[in-house]
């Protein structure tokens, strides 16, 4: 069992930064890989970023790439997700998910455990 906690979001105005972190509990969390999506209201969830075991490979969502990192710290058990130059088209509930299969996935269905969710709201 893992437990993940999410924290970080806000409001932002457009073009700045914010950096989500999400901590598991457990001792087992460089098991997991590790992804973040997010849910705009009425819309589906959608994969962001997913890191592998070891933090040496991620994959990035198009919407995202160059203005989003994923990283992780194995003995802090936390991951994090530095958003730069923010759009209002980003403005959604950001979650950080565990998957306990041995490759990056993008599909929301592979993953094990959930958090709550944060919110990061960007204005124009």
């Known amino acids: 069992q893992v437990q993940l906690v999410e924290s970080g979001g806000g409001l932002v105005q457009a073009g700045g930064s914010l950096r989500l972190s999400c901590a598991a509990s457990?001792?087992?969390?460089?098991?997991?890989?590790m992804g973040w999506f997010r849910q705009a209201p009425g819309q589906e969830r959608e994969f962001v970023a997913a890191?592998?075991?070891?933090?040496?490979?991620?994959y990035n969502a198009d919407s995202v790439k160059g203005r989003f990192t994923i990283s992780r710290d194995n003995a802090k058990n936390t991951v994090y997700l530095q958003m730069n130059s923010l759009k209002p088209e980003d403005t959604a509930v950001y979650y950080c998910?565990?998957?306990?299969?041995?490759?990056?996935?993008?599909?929301?269905?592979?993953?094990?455990?959930w958090g709550q969710g944060t919110q990061v709201t960007v204005s124009s």
């Open positions: 998910a565990a998957d306990a299969h041995w490759v990056i996935t993008r599909r929301p269905g592979e993953y094990d455990y």
């Open positions: 457990g001792r087992t969390f460089r098991s997991y890989v």
């Open positions: 890191i592998n075991r070891s933090g040496s490979n991620t």
